[in-house]
């Protein structure tokens, strides 16, 4: 018989294993429309839902709200520019299982174009901790800058570059800094939004930043969200 055992919830098997991992869960985007939505998207327990959203309406500077089946996601990272191409990280740690849901995306006066992109993510604490972002640049090699070096392991690095361009037909590019290119999202030729989307599971952790070199030069917003 076995007798002095305490309490086990700091035992290793209760402890998260194994490294992250990211799965595409594919885009969606509009013209002259006060909201955009991807349907079908399955997400569970303790998943990370990223949304990366990009946009432009001139005059005015407009930032969109962002929902999966009516669970609000939390604003991470923006930058709202009147005239220019806008972009912003949402993120949502997932409490319940939801099944064949919508995310949708909506402003209080419609963008002129708007596209999103969306991600999971497995075995992270869903802390948001840093996002960098600079003003939009008509450039072939957006940069957000540096995050910090937080030392935390497991962790995440998510970037999304934002272009008022064709993604048909314009050059991917290439990402920088160990940076895993991930989805694009463009609707279409004429409509200018292309969405591209990197990330990376820094181990040990480093900084890190939304850079691509040799796009075709586009109005462009980058951004980078650093989770643990």
């Known amino acids: 018989m076995l007798t002095g055992i305490g309490t086990p919830t700091a035992w290793p098997f209760f402890q998260r294993r194994g490294r992250p991992s990211i799965t595409a869960l594919g885009g969606a985007g509009g013209s002259g429309v006060l909201s955009i939505a991807r349907a079908g998207v399955t997400v569970a327990v303790d998943d990370l839902l990223l949304v990366g959203v990009g946009w432009y309406r001139n005059p005015t ?15 991470n990272v923006q930058r709202n520019t009147s005239a220019r191409i806008s972009g912003a990280i949402f993120s949502l740690l997932i409490a319940a299982p939801l099944v064949n849901k919508t995310i949708t995306v909506t402003w209080t006066a419609a963008p002129t174009h708007a596209a999103l992109i969306a991600s999971k993510v497995n075995l992270l604490a869903g802390n948001f901790v840093e996002g960098v972002t600079v003003a939009p640049a008509l450039t072939a090699n957006p940069d957000s800058g540096l995050t910090a070096d937080w030392g935390t392991d497991p962790s995440l690095h998510w970037g999304l570059v934002a272009n008022q361009g ?37 181990l040990p952790s480093t900084t890190g930043r939304a850079q691509i070199l040799g796009q075709t030069t586009r109005w462009s917003v980058p951004l980078i969200a650093y989770y643990e």
């Open 61 to 75: 500077t407009l930032l969109p709200t962002c929902n999966i089946d009516g669970n609000a996601l939390t604003l």
């Open 166 to 202: 064709d993604a048909l037909a314009d050059n991917l590019g290439a990402w920088q800094n160990a940076m895993q290119a991930g989805q694009r999202y463009g609707q279409a030729l004429g409509v200018t939004i292309d969405l591209k989307e990197g990330y990376r599971f820094p």
